[in-house]
């Protein structure tokens, strides 16, 4: 499966962004589907997920009750919903589809199938 980011962009602290993930078929629906992020000088962190057969997320603590994971079926996409953006959360944004399983699914080795970044600015 390819997997399409898009959705980036710069922001002002406090606002919103949507990213959306495109997958090339319907083949993403029998994976677990994350986004990670990776900010200047830092790894790549886990940031949602979820098994696309029961859609239910997990989520790092620095952005729980901020972003929302969700997914639409027909469109084989998924997406993160960013609210009260904070200027830490200033990163590449990468989704990415794999064989993860509730243990394994904020790591990204776990991950098989990466999308392109998307830049997330957040200004102060």
């Known amino acids: 499966v390819q997997l399409q980011a898009c959705g980036g962009g710069l922001v002002q602290a406090g606002g919103s962004l949507r990213l959306t993930c495109a997958a090339s078929d319907q083949t993403v629906r029998g994976y677990s589907v994350g986004w990670f992020r990776q900010a200047p000088g830092k790894e790549r962190e886990f940031v949602a997920g979820f098994r696309w057969s029961d859609a239910i997320p997990s989520y790092a603590d620095i952005v729980k009750g901020r972003f929302t994971i969700s997914r639409d079926i027909a469109k084989n996409s998924f997406y993160l919903q960013m609210n009260n953006l904070k200027p830490e959360d200033t990163a590449i944004y990468h989704c990415?589809?794999?064989?993860?399983?509730?243990?394994?699914?904020?790591?990204?080795?776990?991950?098989?199938?990466w999308g392109g970044g998307t830049q997330v600015t957040v200004s102060s």
């Open positions: 990415a589809a794999g064989r993860a399983i509730a243990s394994t699914r904020r790591n990204q080795s776990a991950y098989n199938y």
